[in-house]
């Protein structure tokens, strides 16, 4: 079995910062890839980034040079530092782990950019 925990998600003012965390634990493949989702009622859940556990990243168009994925290979753990935040970028953040053709999901944490 395989766990996914996300921690890290708030209320914060459009401009400021935020950095979540995910943890994966369980059987997890050494070759893997994690990343970050986002969905909003209504709305499809969409990609925010990407890392694989080689190193290669991958950024949605709208969060390119404000949010920085990275990861901890030996912890199995992804970070997502969210700098510039905009109120178009509030959602629940989704953090998920693929390997062998399977995904697994967290249960999510919930980012709100208002003033």
């Known amino acids: 079995q395989v766990q996914v925990v996300e921690s890290g998600g708030g209320l914060v003012q459009p401009g400021g910062s935020l950095r979540l965390s995910c943890a994966a634990s369980g059987s997890i493949f050494k070759f893997n890839v994690m990343g970050w989702y986002r969905q909003t009622p209504g709305k499809q859940r969409e990609l925010v980034a990407t890392a694989t556990s080689g190193g290669s990243t991958n950024y949605v168009d709208s969060v390119k040079g404000r949010f920085t994925i990275s990861r901890d290979n030996a912890k199995n753990m992804v970070f997502l530092q969210m700098n510039s935040l905009k109120p178009e970028d509030s959602a629940v953040y989704y953090c998920?782990?693929?390997?062998?053709?399977?995904?697994?999901w967290g249960q999510g944490t919930q980012v709100t950019v208002s003033s």
């Open positions: 998920n782990i693929e390997f062998l053709s399977r995904a697994y």
